[in-house]
């Protein structure tokens, strides 16, 4: 049976061998653009609180959920909504969650003016918890994404602060806490197959699975590891690298027989950024076109990375793209 391959990137964290993980990570993005990371500095107790704080969250009544809801977040994009008010592919998705990001001032310049997903996050008032648990693992998870992409830098044959110096000096860091409630089915996707939007995902899994990856030779299930986060690159590292490092489709369904909680942190380009593919990808990105798993193109739009994440949310979320994104969108 196929898996994903596990890659220590402890040496990325800390001190070690740089060019052994860069090889690594090379190797795993070319043969499915997903891997599993370990040594990635998040403590196990910061994910134990975040997972019961969330645990917490999500068995409040809905009305008590409903007052964070995303339409209160304005512009900034934040807030809960409840099961089936996010869709994939048109579908409504079998989840609820709580759309969270980096916190913001209102007098930071974006905010002031009014640029779309930038902005305070929400908080429930009766899970007191819940906000310093989720910004610790948000921390964390930025620390280890940061790295990580030193890691692509060096796997590309870039230096290691290249990403830090050109897309990610000031990231998009979205964060989502998706909860897939038990009784789902095989006729039911609680995520139907996408592909994620920036550079780079991790995803911390409670211990009940259900993430499926789609590789060359057909579906495979991506189990929880004990101290590990799956790890995925998006469409626009896919735009960067002229398809060499594929942006894969992937799905959940929970048929666990259990409530499933997710962590997905998206560490993203600076959302006024226009991304340029490498010198080195040039020649390889008819191929991608032709090859992408939707036949749509990473290369083919003009614009931001906020342009493109907009566009794609807009139809995430279409009840609140007038309210929420307005005119930007």
Same mark, same amino acid.
């Given at each position: 049976?196929?898996? !994903?391959?596990i890659?220590?990137?402890?040496p990325?964290?800390?001190?070690?061998? =740089?060019v052994? @993980?860069?090889e690594?990570?090379?190797a795993?993005?070319?043969?499915?653009?997903?891997? $599993?990371a /370990?040594?990635h500095g998040?403590?196990?107790?910061v994910?134990?609180a975040?997972e019961e704080?969330?645990r917490r969250?999500f068995a409040?009544?809905?009305?008590?959920?409903m007052?964070?809801?995303?339409?209160?977040g304005?512009?900034?994009?934040?807030? *809960?909504?409840?099961?089936g008010g996010?869709?994939t592919?048109?579908?409504p998705?079998?989840?609820e969650?709580? $759309?969270?990001?980096?916190?913001l001032?209102?007098? =930071?310049?974006? /905010?002031?003016a009014?640029?779309?997903?930038h902005?305070?996050?929400?908080?429930?008032e009766?899970?007191p918890?819940?906000?310093?648990?989720a910004?610790?693992y948000?921390e964390g998870a930025?620390?280890?994404?940061a790295?990580?992409?030193?890691? /692509?830098? !060096?796997?590309?044959g870039?230096d290691a602060d290249?990403?830090?110096?050109?897309?990610t000096?000031?990231?998009t860091v !979205?964060f989502?806490?998706?909860h897939?409630?038990?009784g789902?089915? +095989?006729?039911?996707? %609680? @995520?139907?197959?996408h592909?994620d939007y920036g550079?780079?995902?991790l995803? #911390? +899994?409670?211990?009940?699975?259900?993430l499926?990856?789609?590789?060359p030779? %057909?579906?495979?299930e991506a189990?929880?590891i004990?101290? #590990?986060?799956v790890?995925?690159i998006?469409?626009? &590292?896919?735009r960067l690298t %002229?398809?060499?490092f594929?942006?894969?489709p992937?799905?959940?369904?929970n @048929?666990?027989?259990?409530?499933?909680?997710?962590?997905?942190l998206?560490?993203?380009?600076?959302f006024?950024?226009r &991304? +340029?593919?490498l010198? /080195?990808?040039?020649?390889r990105?008819?191929?991608?076109k032709?090859?992408r798993?939707?036949?749509a193109?990473v290369h083919e739009?003009?614009?931001? *990375?906020g342009?493109y994440?907009?566009?794609k949310?807009g139809? @995430?979320?279409p +009840?609140l793209k007038d309210t929420?994104?307005?005119?930007?969108?």
């Amino acid at each position: 049976m196929e898996s !994903l391959p596990i890659i220590d990137i402890a040496p990325l964290v800390g001190h070690g061998d =740089h060019v052994r @993980v860069a090889e690594e990570i090379a190797a795993a993005c070319e043969a499915h653009g997903f891997f $599993y990371a /370990v040594g990635h500095g998040v403590a196990p107790d910061v994910l134990q609180a975040l997972e019961e704080e969330s645990r917490r969250f999500f068995a409040l009544p809905l009305e008590r959920k409903m007052a964070i809801a995303m339409s209160r977040g304005g512009r900034a994009w934040r807030g *809960y909504f409840p099961i089936g008010g996010e869709l994939t592919s048109g579908r409504p998705d079998l989840k609820e969650g709580l $759309y969270l990001g980096t916190e913001l001032s209102p007098d =930071h310049p974006r /905010v002031r003016a009014g640029v779309p997903m930038h902005g305070a996050n929400l908080w429930p008032e009766e899970v007191p918890g819940l906000k310093a648990a989720a910004t610790a693992y948000m921390e964390g998870a930025t620390r280890a994404a940061a790295a990580l992409m030193q890691g /692509v830098s !060096l796997s590309l044959g870039l230096d290691a602060d290249w990403f830090s110096r050109t897309y990610t000096a000031e990231p998009t860091v !979205l964060f989502r806490i998706f909860h897939y409630p038990a009784g789902g089915s +095989q006729e039911h996707w %609680g @995520v139907g197959e996408h592909t994620d939007y920036g550079l780079l995902t991790l995803l #911390a +899994q409670d211990r009940y699975g259900g993430l499926q990856v789609r590789t060359p030779s %057909g579906w495979i299930e991506a189990p929880p590891i004990e101290d #590990a986060l799956v790890c995925n690159i998006g469409d626009m &590292l896919e735009r960067l690298t %002229g398809g060499r490092f594929k942006s894969t489709p992937h799905r959940v369904r929970n @048929v666990s027989g259990h409530d499933r909680l997710s962590f997905p942190l998206f560490f993203d380009p600076d959302f006024e950024a226009r &991304l +340029q593919p490498l010198p /080195v990808a040039a020649d390889r990105i008819e191929a991608d076109k032709s090859e992408r798993w939707d036949r749509a193109s990473v290369h083919e739009f003009e614009g931001t *990375y906020g342009d493109y994440l907009l566009a794609k949310v807009g139809k @995430v979320f279409p +009840q609140l793209k007038d309210t929420a994104l307005g005119a930007s969108s």
